[in-house]
């Protein structure tokens, strides 16, 4: 077979992500197409069968259309993109295509800390989508897939950009398995330790003076879901963190908590119920009853999706193993 060699010319930016720190990323994509890639100046030069030259082209190219955005690229977005290739997951979207509008018109997502903030896979894509088109949105899976980062990263867009009064995070105080005992403090002293992820995106994305500055003035509130009971939530938006927690009836009574102007996005993973009873799980029974209902959106992460890190993609996907040889093959009889 024939290995020729092909030149694709980068700027500096471009070229820097492309190969990325001590040349880990090219590394990724010859070990995955089986390709010699080199820097003979302003670009690289890929060497290789017509097949797999084609592939790691492709994937050179998106990660230097998301550089040329303002975006970091990471070891995530050089996986996500050989998985797109390579046939793991959907192709993944443009760096530079829209990817959220609402009934204002296009809201592109904030410039975080780090560089713009653009979906990493179709998937991530497919949820931005579905968090602008819809009034009520669920973004459920395993962990490391974005789905809480991104739903922080369009809320703080919607709150800079004055489509929104108020940033609401809630979520249930359910302890994964210890007890953590009491803890001291006002209100928002005892729910931080909870809600340390959405902390962390916020800051990433919008800087941590920033943040407190807006805590302090009442635009962005963290309360448990016990605290929502009574409320109505107007011009606001709302993410309802670690849903899989949530009671049926904790469900029912945030989800009716949408006020005039007001958007929710609801995040969690049903595979890590810490309840009692996780047959008792609000977000299970919510996707169940609520999907197909006009003006609500799903969107399922699997374990492709993982952005965090390689080893949580293998991780969780030797977990979904397990669980599918445990699970109980249906009745023959039954189902006659």
């Not at 295509?97 to 653009?118: D, M, N």
């Not at 908590?257 to 047959?279: A, F, H, K």
């Amino acid at each position: 077979m024939a290995r020729d060699t092909d030149f694709i010319p980068l700027n500096a930016v471009e070229l820097a992500a492309v190969v990325g720190p001590a040349s880990r990323h090219i590394a990724l994509v010859e070990d995955a197409f089986k390709v010699l890639i080199e820097q003979p100046g302003a670009g690289v030069s890929v060497n290789g069968s017509a097949r797999d030259r084609g592939q790691a082209r492709r994937v050179i190219e998106d990660l230097a259309s998301r550089a040329a955005m303002g975006a970091e690229v990471t070891e995530a977005d050089v996986r996500a993109a050989l998985g797109a290739v390579m046939g793991r997951a959907m192709p993944a979207a443009r760096a530079d295509a829209p990817v959220a509008e609402t009934p204002a018109g296009s809201v592109a997502l904030p410039v975080g800390r780090r560089g713009a903030i653009v979906p990493k896979t179709a998937a991530q894509a497919r949820y931005l989508e579905t968090l602008a088109r819809c009034e009520l949105s669920f973004g459920v899976g395993p962990a490391g897939t974005g789905k809480t980062f991104l739903a922080a990263a369009y809320g703080a867009s919607l709150l800079r950009r004055g489509q929104v009064d108020r940033l609401v995070v809630t979520r249930p105080a359910v302890e994964a398995g210890e007890k953590l005992g009491f803890l001291p403090g006002d209100l928002n002293e005892k729910v931080d330790p909870y809600l340390a992820p959405i902390w962390q995106a916020l800051d990433d994305i919008l800087g941590p003076d920033e943040v407190r500055r807006r805590r302090d003035k009442g635009e962005i509130e963290a309360a448990p879901i016990a605290f929502m009971r009574g409320r109505t939530l107007s011009h606001a938006f709302i993410i309802v963190d670690e849903a899989q927690n949530t009671s049926r009836l904790q469900m029912k009574m945030v989800l009716t908590r949408i006020g005039e102007g007001s958007r929710m996005v609801v995040t969690g993973d049903p595979s890590q119920v810490d309840l009692l009873n996780p047959r008792d799980s609000g977000l299970a029974h919510a996707l169940r009853i609520l999907d197909g209902v006009k003006g609500v959106g799903i969107e399922t992460f699997r374990a492709e999706d993982v952005v965090r890190h390689a080893m949580v993609e293998r991780i969780v996907r030797a977990y979904d193993a397990d669980a599918a040889q445990r699970r109980p093959a249906p009745d023959l009889e039954d189902a006659d």
